[in-house]
């Protein structure tokens, strides 16, 4: 297969990439701050974690699916049908009923969602070379740090001056300039070949986590219904193992994992799909319902995490320089536990610009690591086998951010049920489901401090997975060894 394009043609294509790639960017944190008044319309407050987690769930599993059949089929159908699938849905979600129903219609958008990273990252590689590719690679990370910026502020003004549907149909026009650039520019010779699709492995890994996401959110339901989703997880997680060993192109490479960079990057993104995420979900929550301020300080405060990630990627390469790789890919990740750890200093009285400090504070941390692991898997494996290797960090750190939104709701949950008698719970939830949602908490001075500690808790296990993180950078191999060359950075990467 082989990309045609002229020099203005390419310019073109990286404005429908930066187009699909902010839409995906700016989901997460725009509905992360508009979530408290979306339950509070519907109820249903059990279910908060299920919105972030079912457009997780389809992202993820469906991630290594589209990477395949952009393979065998092409780059502009398999990206235009994921964009016009995740519009679909993006539809549907404005016209919800309930909880229930925006879950199921923010599955769709994830399965929509799966297609647009992997696939524009690796038409960023067909588009340009190693030299330049580093450049424009740049302009989407500073576009996909830029949007996650512009998210929480416009859904906190969209929340309170217009309506929550609009935080999903914003994406529309966008979306469909985006898909006009890709059919009108995007020009390509696919060879006709025949690559077996793992299907039956995709299956039965969206059946695997499912059933687990299942157990870690709805730890306090039935017994029966944790051993039934325990069994068919051991049941389904073991017949996906036994099929990626005899697939001929499996879903999930288990040599390639075997890798010892490859293991401990893709581990590293991993909890950093957990750390983003938990404090995607999880700050709002209590810049609103115990400090009590509005959506628009909320989005603020968890604006400065992002903002902290462009900046760093921006010096990444002058760390390199100064300290080497490890040594600035261990500087930079210490950095992770010192940002939570200011979250566990958070009282009623606070200011939100302390949060703000720590949630900048991840940020770098969160920066640096993930782009420094990016390039050590990119550069050590030959060409044929980046896009693999790419979609393995891009699958880690988007189960890491599934299981992190079901783990920090139910810590949440449990929280509620420890620090309170039922009764207290009892007003909790309703404050929670009323429309008014977390700004009605504010009068019930018994319900804030129940909040607080319950939130707390939950920091407490951001701030134990940041730890972790920092950690996993100490075990990355920087320089390799066997067929693995050492890493070089090129120059046009910290341009």
Known sequence: ????????????????????????????????????????????????????????LAQTTTTVIYGKLADIFGRKPALVGGILLFLIGSVMCG???????????????????????????????????????????????????????VGPLVGGLLVDYASWVWIFWMNIPIGLLAVAGFCLFLHEQVEARESPIDYPGAVLLTIAIGSLLLILGE????????????????????????????????????????????????TTALLLGVLL??????????????????????????????L??????????????????????????AILPVGAGIMLFLTPGSHPALAGVGSFLVGIGMGTTSFTCIVLIQESVEWSMRGSATASNIFARNLGSVLGATVAGAML???LAYYSTPAIAGRVHEALNQPAGLAGMAADATSVTVFDQALHLTF??????????????????????????????????GE
């Not at 462009?310 to 930079?332: E, K, T, W």
């Not at 407490?460 to 060359?485: E, H, N, Y």
Request: hydrophobic share 55%.
């Open 95 to 149: 016209f919800a009923w309930s909880m229930l129903s925006l879950v199921a219609f923010r599955l769709l958008q994830g399965i929509g969602a799966g297609a647009i990273q992997p696939i524009t990252i690796t038409l960023v590689g067909d588009l340009y070379r190693l030299e330049e590719r580093g450049k424009v690679q740049g302009f989407v990370a500073s576009v996909w740090a830029g949007s996650a910026v």
């Open 277 to 306: 995420i938990g404090f995607t979900t999880i700050l709002p929550l209590y810049v609103q319902g115990v400090l009590g301020y509005s959506p628009i300080v909320a989005g603020l405060t968890l604006t400065m995490l992002i």
């Open 460 to 493: 407490w296990g951001i701030f134990a997975v940041a730890l972790l993180t920092a950690a996993a950078t100490w075990l990355i191999p920087v320089q390799l060894s066997g067929r693995d060359k050492p890493i070089e950075v090129a120059p046009s990467l």
């Open 1 to 56: 297969m082989s990309v045609h394009a002229t020099p203005r043609q390419r310019a073109y294509l990286v404005c429908a990439i930066m187009m699909s790639t902010f839409m995906v960017a700016v989901e997460s944190t725009i509905v992360a701050t508009a979530m408290p008044s979306i339950v509070g319309r519907f109820g249903g407050f059990e279910h908060y974690s299920w919105v972030f987690s079912s457009f997780l």
């Open 219 to 266: 730890s306090g339901g039935s017994v029966w219904l944790l051993i039934t989703c325990g069994v068919v997880f051991v049941l389904s997680g073991a017949a996906f193992v036994w099929q990626e060993r005899r697939a001929a192109e499996p879903i999930v490479s288990f040599d390639l994992w075997r890798r010892r960079l490859l293991a401990t990057c893709n």
């Open 413 to 415: 949950n449990i929280g």
């Open 308 to 333: 902290g990630w462009p900046i760093s990627v921006s010096q990444s390469a002058r760390l390199f320089r100064a300290f080497g790789i490890r040594g600035a890919l261990r500087i930079v990740s």
